[in-house]
C-alpha cells in the first residue's frame, strides 16, 4: 500500500523516527541499521512495509530495499511477526542472516532478542527454500553483506571505531554488529568519524 516514504528526519527515539512529509509526520519503525545511518534533519528514502491488524497500523522502514525484502521473507515464518523480524535484521547484517540460513546455522539467529531455539529452526529451514539466490551465492562466497564488509571482517577504519570503543568499555558484540552499518552508510568517514556517530547511537 506504501511503497515508500521520501521526507525528513524530524524525531529520532529508540527503534523509531518521524519523517515528515509535507505538513505530515509518519511514524516509521526502523532497524537499527537504518536508525544509524541517519540524524535529525537529514532528508531520507525508506522502502516501507504497512502492516495492519484490527487494533494497530504500522509503518517499518529500511534504507535499503533487500533488507526489506528479507523482513518481508521473515514475516512468512511461521511464529515470526514483525518485532522478530526486525529484531532479526537490527541484529544481525543481512549477508550473515544469509550466511546462517545457507550453512543451517540456527543458533546465531537465536542470538537475535526474542528469537528462540525453535523459531530461528523454523527461520532457517523456510528461508532455505525462499532466500533470493542473489544472498545465497553472496553466502556461499562470503562477499560482502549490507554492513560494507566481508562476512566476519570490518573495515580498517571500523575495526579501529571497534578497538577505540571496546578501551572504553562498550560492549564488543554491541559495537561490532554497529560499526559495519556504519561505515557501510558513510564510507567517506575515517575512525574518529564513525566513533562520534556510534558514541550518538550507542548512548
Not at 518521524?18 to 536508525?35: A, F, I, K, N, R
Not at 535484521?89 to 526474542?114: E, F
Amino acid at each position: 500500500m506504501i511503497a515508500f516514504v521520501e521526507g525528513t528526519v524530524a524525531v529520532q527515539d529508540e527503534g523509531r523516527l518521524v519523517v515528515q512529509v509535507g505538513g505530515v509526520g509518519l511514524e516509521v519503525w526502523v532497524p537499527s541499521g537504518t536508525h544509524a545511518s541517519v540524524r535529525v534533519g537529514d532528508s531520507v528514502r525508506l522502502h516501507t512495509h504497512f502492516a495492519v491488524r484490527e487494533d494497530a497500523m504500522t509503518l517499518y522502514g529500511f534504507h535499503d530495499a533487500e533488507l526489506l525484502q528479507l523482513f518481508r521473507l521473515l514475516l512468512g515464518v511461521s511464529g515470526v511477526g514483525p518485532k522478530v523480524a526486525l529484531a532479526v535484521v537490527s541484529h544481525l547484517p543481512v549477508g550473515v542472516i544469509a550466511q546462517a540460513v545457507a550453512n543451517d546455522d540456527a543458533p546465531l539467529l537465536a542470538s537475535a532478542p526474542g528469537v528462540g531455539k525453535k523459531t530461528a529452526e523454523r527461520i532457517v529451514l523456510d528461508l532455505q527454500s525462499s532466500l533470493p539466490e542473489s544472498l545465497l551465492a553472496r553466502a556461499a562466497a562470503g562477499a560482502p553483506d549490507d554492513g560494507g564488509a566481508p562476512a566476519g571482517g570490518v573495515t580498517p577504519a571500523a575495526q579501529d571505531a571497534i578497538d577505540a570503543l571496546v578501551a572504553l568499555g562498550y560492549k564488543e558484540a554491541r559495537v561490532k554488529t554497529l560499526l559495519p552499518t556504519l561505515a557501510d552508510a558513510h564510507p567517506e568517514d575515517e575512525a574518529e568519524a564513525l566513533i562520534r556517530r556510534a558514541l550518538a547511537e550507542l548512548k
